[in-house]
């Protein structure tokens, strides 16, 4: 079994990795380990499963591995949890997984991806790097441009370098509400709006989210959950130095 990226920038050269999966002891599943994950696949000797199961002593809200079950024809399966203790440093990758001959299971291709961004959802900018975003903009507060220049203005001997940057606080919301009523979005984020909230970055959290709060309420959003994003802005930003 051999595959290929066609549209690799290494000029076709760019091979998808292969793995095979073997079974285990007791040959009651087979299993392909792919450097700190394993991928359990368990044959079906029974009415067909229509969600999978959590691996034995597994905590359902961190794993280890990636449980493959039979799906019922119509049917789509779904982990909601992300696997491995390490999945963020997982993104964009694929291997075509082989089976013992004798299980009858055709070669299987996956690809692994990070995580969807969810609306609301609260953490440093940089987190939300190579995430599928469907229809979300990640809104940094304070802006981009104010942290540059409080960085300009209060830290010495400090570029603006990315690392900086992505450690501020961002939140994930529509992008229609992104657009039309941020604060500080495209243009309206002007020399003068940049040096305010660079003058107060707790205030300027306040004050861009408190922009759109009325148009996230309209779109469904709680003030609960909203308030409870603003606090987690707050502390993520607290954590990393920003402001106390």
Same mark, same amino acid.
Request: no cysteine.
């Given at each position: 079994?051999?595959g290929?990226?066609?549209?690799s920038?290494?000029g076709?050269? +760019? ?14 599943a087979?299993?392909? %380990?792919?450097?700190g ?11 067909l ?8 002593? @597994? %905590? ?12 019922p ?30 299980s009858?299971a055709?070669?299987l291709?996956?690809?692994?991806a ?6 609301l ?5 940089? /987190?939300f ?6 229809g979300? $903009?990640v =809104? $940094?507060?304070?802006?981009? /441009?104010?942290?540059k ?12 370098s990315? =690392? ?14 992104h657009?039309?009523?941020s604060e500080?979005?495209g243009?309206?984020?002007s020399?003068?709006?940049?040096l305010?909230d /660079?003058?107060?970055?707790? @205030? ?5 989210f ?5 148009y996230?309420?309209? +779109?469904?959003f ?10 987690m ?5 607290e ?6």
């Amino acid at each position: 079994i051999h595959g290929f990226h066609t549209f690799s920038h290494y000029g076709g050269e +760019d091979r998808v990795a292969v793995r095979q999966a073997n079974w285990n002891a007791d040959k009651s599943a087979m299993e392909a %380990r792919l450097g700190g994950l394993t991928i359990t696949w368990t044959p079906n000797n029974g009415p067909l499963v229509t969600a999978p199961t959590t691996y034995p002593g @597994a %905590r359902p809200d961190v794993l280890d591995n990636i449980l493959v079950h039979p799906i019922p024809t119509g049917r789509n399966s779904q982990i909601t949890t992300y696997p491995g203790h390490d999945a963020e440093d997982i993104t964009w990758q694929d291997v075509i997984l082989t089976f013992p001959a004798d299980s009858g299971a055709p070669p299987l291709y996956l690809v692994f991806a990070k995580p969807a961004v969810e609306a609301l959802e609260v953490d440093v900018y940089g /987190a939300f790097k190579g995430r599928p975003r469907n229809g979300l $903009h990640v =809104d $940094h507060m304070p802006s981009r /441009a104010a942290i540059k220049r409080f960085i300009g203005a209060n830290i010495a001997d400090v570029a603006t370098s990315d =690392d900086y940057l992505n450690g501020v606080a961002s939140i994930a919301i529509p992008a229609k509400v992104h657009q039309r009523f941020s604060e500080t979005y495209g243009g309206r984020n002007s020399r003068r709006k940049q040096l305010l909230d /660079a003058s107060n970055l707790r @205030a300027a959290v306040d004050s861009n989210f408190e922009a759109i709060t009325p148009y996230l309420l309209e +779109d469904g959003f709680t003030e609960e959950a909203l308030e409870s994003a603003r606090a987690m802005m707050h502390r993520i930003n607290e954590k990393q130095g920003w402001y106390q």
